[in-house]
């Protein structure tokens, strides 16, 4: 493959990542009510989903590479990453947006969270 070809098929890949989250409208909506403010700056004005890990870098389209930003950070970001944009922990408010899900969409989103701690 030519580096014409090469880019062609990262593209693709991309769009077809895109286009297939493994994760349900209803699972990003309990996330970005649980975080409830932008992750960089606690702006809660035009909040948008973001890509931790961006998909053309090797992110994954899942519920546990999303995270909320609001416009001005997410275009400051544009295709980089934020190191440590992820809370360690939720504050309490959080905590008690957390608690009042449903079972299976609080399992879900705590698992999207603080997934990544207990996995090694
Ligand atoms: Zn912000």
């Known amino acids: 493959m030519n580096s014409r070809q090469k880019k062609v098929a990262a593209k693709r890949r991309n769009t077809r990542i895109r286009k297939n989250p493994e994760f349900s409208q209803e699972e990003w909506d309990a996330l970005s009510f649980v975080l409830g403010w932008c992750m960089r700056c606690g702006s809660t ?42 809370p360690k922990y939720l504050l309490p408010s ?3 947006r957390l608690r009042s899900l449903p079972d299976s969409l609080r399992a879900v989103v705590t698992e999207a969270i603080y997934g990544h701690y207990s996995s090694h």
């Open 94 to 96: 959080q905590e008690e």
């Open 45 to 86: 004005v035009e909040l948008t989903r973001d890509h931790k890990e961006p998909i053309g870098k090797g992110g994954g389209n899942t519920l546990s590479n999303l995270t909320l930003l609001c416009r001005t950070c997410n275009e400051l970001k544009g295709a980089k990453r934020f190191p440590e944009i992820t």
